[in-house]
């Protein structure tokens, strides 16, 4: 069987087979060729290759970040490539999140809904969830600001290489915690869960 004609073929074939039925082509069969530069609406040009600009926005969001706050939304702060899998990775990027905005994040207007005495380590991974123990969360914390601090530990866990969701434990106890809605779970956290808190710039230059 044979194969179909390619689109463009097909419509250049089309044009051609019009061309001649408008012209008067001569009833013996001959045909006049038609150079690519009169076929209209680029219909014989290959297609765009991709461009570079359009590749890094498609790597943009990839990669481990840590998330603080820029005003009321969350803001992400690429971190390089990750070095490590598992939890030696997730602890190093809690680590972190738990020490705050540097010196010059700081001036660039960002800070943090964990308070100095929040500590946060990783102590499993398995199927994709990690478990993170956490210790001194919403103390002196407002309610509303709660979720802030975290989906700070949730987008910042989830961009670890096998992180695909958080579990915020204290005492081997898993906590039920809120959603930016309002509503409390204790159910593994995804990513998607807090994206309506990240800013619409989204991302900040690479620390």
């Known amino acids: 069987m044979r194969a179909p004609a390619p689109p463009a073929a097909l419509a250049a074939g089309l044009l051609v087979l019009g061309l001649l039925a408008g ?8 045909v006049r060729e038609i150079g690519p530069t009169e076929v209209p609406y680029g219909l014989l040009d290959p297609p765009p290759e991709p461009s570079a600009d359009s590749s890094a926005t498609a790597e943009a969001g990839s990669g481990p970040r840590v998330y603080f706050l820029q005003g009321d939304a969350l803001l992400a702060v690429p971190l390089g490539t990750a070095t490590s899998d598992g939890t030696d990775h997730l ?20 800070s943090s809904a964990l308070g100095t005495d929040v500590q946060l ?14 210790t001194g969360l919403a103390q002196n914390l407002a309610a509303d600001r709660l979720p802030l601090a975290v989906g700070q530990v949730v987008l910042t866990a989830t961009t670890a290489p096998g992180v695909d969701s ?11 915690v809120p959603l930016p809605g309002g509503e409390q779970t204790a159910g593994p956290l ?9 800013g619409s710039d989204r991302t900040a230059p690479a620390s």
């Open 91 to 110: 602890d190093a990027l809690l680590q972190r999140l738990s020490a705050g905005p540097g010196r010059q994040e700081r001036a660039d207007g960002l």
């Open 166 to 176: 958080v579990q915020l434990v204290r005492d081997g106890e898993v906590l039920e």
């Open 190 to 198: 995804t990513a998607a869960d807090y994206t309506s808190l990240v």
């Open 121 to 134: 380590r990783a102590t499993d991974l398995a199927g994709g969830t990690a478990r993170v123990a956490v």
């Open 23 to 30: 012209c008067g082509a001569p009833s013996e069969g001959q």
